[in-house]
């Protein structure tokens, strides 16, 4: 007698339930063994409930469940990869970012993380982190993007990083409806945002739950920036309104200023409208002997 895959599959849970129950590793082990050899869809996974199951097992007293538990999640992983490899998935534009990259040590880690886990690069796949696939291959490359992201020098437990980055991804799809060429462009704006070395509080805003992942999505990209981009910006603004100067305007040479850093009167300045036309001209001063740069009004 033969019986569908989804059956079988729901009838190896049941067991396997009952033999945790009645304290039965050994036998545990054995059912983990038969569903280890179960070829696995997401769809299969989805509606039998098995992956969350068995998933939950990565955490059980007993090592050897634990360890195998780990297997057959990694085994199915792989075979769900595969999966979505064969559909050919529409490809996001990464290459100038840095690729989601497998760590040596990924799956033969067990037990506490140790105290420097938080500075190695986190992704999914080293976090061994699981959660409910999208049915979209591009979503879900999405989710583990923001889960790197949003992992980077984070100490924060993993499932906890996980569901924020569920719901950044769902908070943008909502918004485009679907993953087209303006989700992707968002996305990756938010991805480069947050993984930024200088925009560390952002992450942590969204990690520690101070911002919401729907305020987040709907941010201005002057919204994004950290402080410390933010007096780039204005820094650069200026730079270029020192070297905005037009044909017709001759820098003077003069004494009238004194350099405040070499206390010398040899300065160059040339007069610019950088406001209304009703308010004063800004004078922008370079010192020729140090090349000190200041404006005022
Ligand atoms: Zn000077």
């Given at each position: ?14 067991k ?7 304290g ?57 990869k ?8 529409a ?8 690729p989601?990259?497998?760590s ?23 976090d ?46 909502k ?8 989700y992707?462009?968002r ?34 990209s002057?919204?994004l ?28 040479a ?29 004078t ?12 005022f009004?």
């Amino acid at each position: 007698m033969s019986t569908r895959p989804e059956e079988h599959v729901l009838l190896l849970k049941k067991k396997l339930a009952r033999q945790l129950e009645s304290g039965d590793d050994t036998g545990a082990l054995a059912i983990l063994d038969g569903l280890s050899r179960v070829q696995v869809s997401e769809e299969l996974l989805r509606a039998t409930k098995v992956g969350v199951f068995v998933g939950k097992l990565r955490k059980h007293e007993n090592s050897r469940v634990a360890d195998k538990a780990r297997d057959v999640v990694a085994k199915w992983r792989r075979m769900v990869k595969r999966d979505e490899a064969a559909e050919k998935p529409a490809r996001i534009d990464t290459s100038r970012t840095t690729p989601l990259r497998r760590s040596p040590s990924s799956g033969s880690a067990s037990g506490p993380p140790s105290p420097g886990a938080g500075l190695r690069e986190r992704t999914v796949t080293s976090d061994d982190v699981a959660y409910i696939r999208t049915g979209n291959a591009v979503r879900n490359k999405m989710i583990e993007m923001f889960y790197a992201a949003l992992a980077k020098s984070s100490t924060a437990d993993a499932d906890r990083i996980m569901a924020k980055a569920v719901a950044v991804e769902e908070a943008l799809f909502k918004q485009f409806t679907t993953p087209d060429t303006g989700y992707r462009a968002r996305v990756r704006e938010l991805y480069l945002n947050l993984k930024g070395d200088d925009n560390p509080a952002l992450r942590e805003a969204i990690v520690s739950g101070d911002l919401s992942p729907t305020r987040f999505c709907t941010m201005s990209s002057d919204d994004l920036m950290s402080e410390e981009q933010r007096q780039q910006e204005l820094k650069i603004n200026e730079e270029n309104l020192f070297k905005a100067r037009g044909a017709g305007q001759q820098e003077a040479a003069t004494d009238a200023f004194k350099c405040p850093k070499c206390k010398q009167r040899k300065c160059t300045y040339f007069q610019m409208q950088t406001r209304s036309a009703d308010e004063p001209m800004t004078t922008f001063v370079t010192c020729v002997v140090c090349n000190n740069r200041w404006k005022f009004c």
